[in-house]
Nanobody, 125 residues
Framework: QIQLVESGGGVVQSGGSLRLSCAAS????????VGWFRQDPGKEREAVSC????????NYLDSVKGRFTASRDNAKNTVYLQLSSLKPEDTAVYYC??????????????????WGKGTLVTVSS
């Protein structure tokens, strides 16, 4: 069964850190670029980050540059998003999604091949 499962969300104080994981099963994640997205209820989805299949290139939403870092361990079939210096406006459900095309960046409504169900990040002030 093909799945992407996010984990690592939680409640953290402003300025804190979390590491999100996106674990794939049923397919080889190393063949896919992975995007991270977030959505807070009542707000538009945002494309937060993209990492290429090799992990050699990453792109970030301007508001998270310098604070979030995407990485991957293809041997573990897992991609990570390190969230640091968190702010209350980072509160959202974070989703990962994989695409077989060699994409370098994602938009809020990119047509990705597989999506996870999300993990909630809540940042308190």
């Amino acid at each position: 069964q093909i799945q992407l499962v996010e984990s690592g969300g939680g409640v953290v104080q402003s300025g804190g850190s979390l590491r999100l994981s996106c674990a794939a099963s049923g397919f080889i994640l190393a063949d896919y670029a992975v995007g991270w997205f977030r959505q807070d209820p009542g707000k538009e989805r945002e494309a937060v980050s993209c990492i290429t299949s090799s992990g050699g290139r990453t792109n970030y939403l301007d508001s998270v540059k310098g604070r979030f870092t995407a990485s991957r361990d293809n041997a573990k079939n897992t991609v990570y998003l390190q969230l640091s210096s968190l702010k209350p406006e980072d509160t959202a459900v974070y989703y990962c999604a994989a695409d077989r095309d060699p994409i370098l960046r994602v938009g809020p409504y990119s047509d990705m091949d597989y999506w996870g169900k999300g993990t909630l990040v809540t940042v308190s002030s």
